[in-house]
């Protein structure tokens, strides 16, 4: 059986108000189809002041829901003083199925250490959430292509090995619930993506290093940086490729209209 490819989007630092969020919310729908492998799983990341109000929609709770719901970050303890912060418990109490750690932005403006990240992907696994952890490499060089595909490997693997750390040892399905999205850090924002040939590279070597450092086997792992309606089928097409990760484009309407009809075109 293939594995489900999932379209998450992620929505980051917008839209402004609440009346923005439901309109846009009204876009995202799978096409109806009777064909199980088609249907792909949708998830919005949306902020966390619009979760309460989105996760009461019927569209997006309940097992036949169209959209899943995914938070942008969370706090790795359950309970305690932390001004600001929103716990795993809070998160699945809402109904929040996805969570987002160790965006780049987070890490670079927030300050985020892999310290931290790997803190917040044990809790949330032991919560039973499923985590979209963000890796990639800052810059790569096309002049030197070989020789810097290979520094973003040993970039990312040092990356998962302090990201997941003690993994290991949770009893859950982690490989079920955990999603790895290679987002190179150079190709976010919407000028470029990466080519969809280096990025199945990438792919295929998280994969392998899932598998033989960690014994994680099955994880899905996703393309973002740069994803729109005119490159995902690029992306989706190759089966090692799971899902995509897409910021900007998830907030227009035609392009997320465009992106789940094209995705759902493909198996
Ligand atoms: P863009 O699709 O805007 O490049 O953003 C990618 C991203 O950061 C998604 O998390």
Same mark, same amino acid.
């Given at each position: 059986m293939s594995v489900k490819k999932i379209l998450i989007f992620n929505w980051k630092m917008?839209?402004?108000s609440l009346s923005e969020a439901k309109r846009l919310l009204t876009n995202y729908k799978r096409p109806i189809t009777n064909n199980e492998e088609n249907k792909k799983e949708i998830v919005v990341a949306s902020p966390s002041v619009y979760l309460v109000y989105l996760s009461s929609l019927s569209s997006v709770?309940?097992? @036949?829901? *169209?959209v899943k719901l995914g938070a942008q970050d969370v706090f790795y303890? &359950? *309970?305690?003083?932390?001004?600001?912060e929103i716990s795993p418990k809070m998160l699945k109490n809402l109904g929040v199925k996805y969570v987002i750690i160790g965006h780049s932005e987070r890490r670079k403006y927030?300050?985020?250490t892999d310290e931290m990240i790997n803190k917040k992907v044990l809790a949330v696994l032991k919560a039973g959430l499923k985590v979209i952890l963000c890796v990639g490499e800052p810059t790569r060089s096309i002049k030197y292509k070989v020789e810097s595909i290979k520094q973003a490997k040993n970039y990312i693997k040092k990356q998962l090995e302090k990201d997941l750390k @003690?993994? *290991? &040892?949770? @009893?859950?399905?982690v490989s079920r619930n955990l999603i790895v999205a290679y987002e190179p850090v150079w190709a976010i924002g919407g000028s470029h993506s990466d080519t969809p040939e280096d990025a199945l590279e990438m792919i295929k070597y998280i994969k392998q290093t899932l598998n033989s450092k960690?014994?994680?086997?099955n994880s899905r792992v996703l393309y973002g940086g740069s994803v729109n309606s005119k490159n995902i089928g690029d992306f989706l097409k190759r089966p090692e490729i799971d899902g995509a990760l897409i910021g900007h484009a998830s907030l227009k309407v035609e392009e997320v209209k465009k992106i789940i009809e094209i995705a759902s075109k493909i198996v």
């Amino acid at each position: 059986m293939s594995v489900k490819k999932i379209l998450i989007f992620n929505w980051k630092m917008a839209p402004q108000s609440l009346s923005e969020a439901k309109r846009l919310l009204t876009n995202y729908k799978r096409p109806i189809t009777n064909n199980e492998e088609n249907k792909k799983e949708i998830v919005v990341a949306s902020p966390s002041v619009y979760l309460v109000y989105l996760s009461s929609l019927s569209s997006v709770v309940g097992r @036949k829901s *169209s959209v899943k719901l995914g938070a942008q970050d969370v706090f790795y303890e &359950n *309970s305690g003083a932390y001004t600001g912060e929103i716990s795993p418990k809070m998160l699945k109490n809402l109904g929040v199925k996805y969570v987002i750690i160790g965006h780049s932005e987070r890490r670079k403006y927030l300050g985020e250490t892999d310290e931290m990240i790997n803190k917040k992907v044990l809790a949330v696994l032991k919560a039973g959430l499923k985590v979209i952890l963000c890796v990639g490499e800052p810059t790569r060089s096309i002049k030197y292509k070989v020789e810097s595909i290979k520094q973003a490997k040993n970039y990312i693997k040092k990356q998962l090995e302090k990201d997941l750390k @003690k993994v *290991s &040892n949770i @009893k859950y399905q982690v490989s079920r619930n955990l999603i790895v999205a290679y987002e190179p850090v150079w190709a976010i924002g919407g000028s470029h993506s990466d080519t969809p040939e280096d990025a199945l590279e990438m792919i295929k070597y998280i994969k392998q290093t899932l598998n033989s450092k960690f014994y994680i086997l099955n994880s899905r792992v996703l393309y973002g940086g740069s994803v729109n309606s005119k490159n995902i089928g690029d992306f989706l097409k190759r089966p090692e490729i799971d899902g995509a990760l897409i910021g900007h484009a998830s907030l227009k309407v035609e392009e997320v209209k465009k992106i789940i009809e094209i995705a759902s075109k493909i198996v």
